[in-house]
C-alpha cells in the first residue's frame, strides 16, 4: 500500500486529464465520492504520523534531546489536523508546486489559499480548522495568551530559526514541569484527561497528546489498516521511553491501527 497522499494523486490526475485550469475543474458526484474515500485513507495515515512525532518527541525529551522534540511536537499537531481536515472530506493537495485545497463534494472547485497564507501548507491547514470548524474545542482557549496552533509555531520557529544554539543541555521551560513530575505520569494523565492541554506549564505535550485523542475519537468513517505484513509488529517496538514500551503509547497507537 503506498505511503502517499492517495487524494492527491487522485485530484491531480483529474486535473491533468481535463486539461482544465485547477480552479474550473468541477467534482462530479462520484469523482467526490471518490476523493472521500481516499481522503479517509489519507486520515489514518496522518495520525499514525502523528503519533511516531508524539513517541519521538518523548523519547527525544528522555534522552535530554529538547529541541528537535520541540519540532517534533509541532509536527503532530500538524499532521492531526491534516487528518481531521481529510477525514471531513476538506483535501489540501499541490498542484505545478502551488498548494490548494478541495472539499470532496459534488459541484466543489479547487481553491487558492488566501493572499495572507501564500505557499505555506502549514498555514492553510490551520486556517482551514479556523474556516470550517470555528466552534472546534481544539481552538476553545489560548495557551498564555497565544491561539494555540501560534504558540507552537512560535516554539518551533524559535528552535528552527531564531537561535544559532540549541539549549542543549539545558531543558527549556516548557519542560520543566514535566520534568519534574516524570514523563510516565505526564503522559498518562494528559492522555486520561484535557485538563493541562491549555496550560503553558503542561500544553508542549498535552495540547499534542489532546489533539489526536480528539481526531480518534471523532474520526467518522469506519477504520481501515494501512500497514502490511509484520509492519504493526515492529512498529510496536517505537513507543518507549528510557524504561521500556510505554502502555499508555501503545494504547495510542492501538487505537489508529487497529
Known amino acids: ?92 493537495f499541490h498542484y505545478d508546486g502551488k498548494p490548494l485545497w478541495c472539499k470532496s463534494t459534488a459541484g466543489s472547485t479547487p481553491s487558492r489559499p488566501s493572499g495572507r497564507i501564500g505557499g505555506s501548507t502549514h498555514k492553510l491547514t490551520f486556517d482551514l480548522l479556523l474556516k470550517e470548524f470555528p466552534s472546534s474545542p481544539l481552538i476553545s482557549q489560548e495557551i498564555d495568551n497565544v491561539a494555540p496552533f501560534q504558540w507552537l509555531t512560535n516554539y518551533r520557529e524559535m528552535v528552527n530559526y531564531r537561535i544559532a544554539r540549541f539549549s542543549e543541555p539545558d531543558c527549556p521551560p516548557c519542560f520543566d514541569m514535566i520534568e519534574r513530575i516524570g514523563m510516565r505520569k505526564s503522559v498518562s494523565s494528559y492522555l486520561n484527561n484535557a485538563d493541562h492541554a491549555f496550560d503553558p506549564d503542561h500544553a508542549i505535550i498535552a495540547y499534542p497528546i489532546y489533539v489526536i485523542n480528539y481526531a480518534i475519537k471523532n474520526l467518522s468513517r469506519e477504520k481501515i489498516c494501512v500497514f502490511e505484513g509484520d509492519d504493526l509488529y515492529r512498529i510496536g517496538s517505537y513507543f518507549r521511553d528510557n524504561r521500556g514500551l510505554m502502555p499508555d503509547l501503545i494504547r495510542l497507537k492501538d487505537a489508529i491501527t487497529g
Request: aromatic fraction near 14%; proline fraction near 1%.
Open 1 to 92: 500500500m503506498t505511503k502517499n497522499f492517495e487524494s492527491t494523486i487522485y485530484l491531480n490526475s483529474l486535473i491533468r486529464a481535463s486539461a482544465a485550469a485547477p480552479g474550473a475543474y468541477v467534482l462530479s458526484e462520484q469523482e467526490a465520492k471518490t476523493a472521500r474515500s481516499f481522503a479517509s485513507l489519507d486520515a489514518q495515515k496522518l495520525l499514525y504520523t502523528s503519533s511516531l512525532c508524539i513517541s519521538d518527541a518523548i523519547f527525544g525529551i528522555e534522552k535530554k534531546r529538547y529541541s528537535w522534540s520541540i519540532v517534533q511536537l509541532y509536527y503532530s499537531v500538524f499532521y492531526t489536523i491534516r487528518a481531521i481536515l481529510s477525514d471531513n472530506g476538506i483535501i489540501i
